[in-house]
């Protein structure tokens, strides 16, 4: 067995409890639907959390030729399915049985923390090649990383709802762009 197939275990399984929290999330708002007081914003980031979390299983598998691993670079590493689940933990709201679920209120309420957590997941994105090779990734990831960081950091502190409504569609299809440029193979 080698490192990375050691390492990736613990990789795997924080991730696949980040997609069954937010599979479950679904289901249940699917399930409440009459008591749901829909708000576009969470359900396009449920749906962008979905593909980054699977984006980031994806890319993972880039790590199997790395073989001098520190705690600190695996830290660096594990940080990324940890703040996934934390975004997703955020993201998806609480479900009383008996109260109506207003997802513009519990958005709202999270969104700051939210925001913050893509800024976490942003830099341990940028930090992970650093550690791993001591050297940032190729100039095009670095710029996406970058505009994503921004629009972010915007989100924390403007709280517009028109400002949140046009960054959740632009963002997811900025993601699936970015995704399509640099991760749609295997590496």
């Known amino acids: 067995m080698s490192a990375f197939d050691y ?3 613990l990789l795997s399984i924080v991730l696949g409890l980040a997609l069954t929290q937010l599979l479950t999330g679904t289901a249940r708002l699917i399930k409440a639907r009459d008591r749901v007081r829909p708000y576009s914003p969470p359900i ?36 990324h399915p940890v703040i996934l689940f934390l975004m997703v933990e955020l993201l998806v709201p609480e479900i009383d049985p008996q109260k109506e679920i207003d997802l513009r209120n519990a958005y709202e309420r999270q969104a700051p923390l939210f925001f913050t957590a893509i800024l976490m997941l942003l830099t341990s994105s940028l930090l992970r090649p650093v550690m791993l090779s001591g050297r940032l990734s190729e100039p095009l990831d670095v710029l ?7 629009s972010a950091a915007v989100a924390i502190f403007w709280r517009s709802s028109l400002y949140h ?9 900025l993601v699936v762009a970015y995704i399509a440029l640099l991760f749609l193979d295997l590496r």
């Open 7 to 9: 390492l990736s275990v």
């Open 44 to 79: 396009i980031w449920m749906a962008v959390l979905f593909v980054v979390i699977v984006q980031s299983w994806w890319t993972m598998f880039g790590l199997r030729e790395q073989n001098d691993w520190t705690i600190l670079s695996f830290l660096v590493v594990m940080s």
């Open 144 to 150: 996406m990383q970058a505009a994503f960081f921004a």
């Open 165 to 173: 409504r046009v960054l959740a569609p632009l963002t997811a299809l």
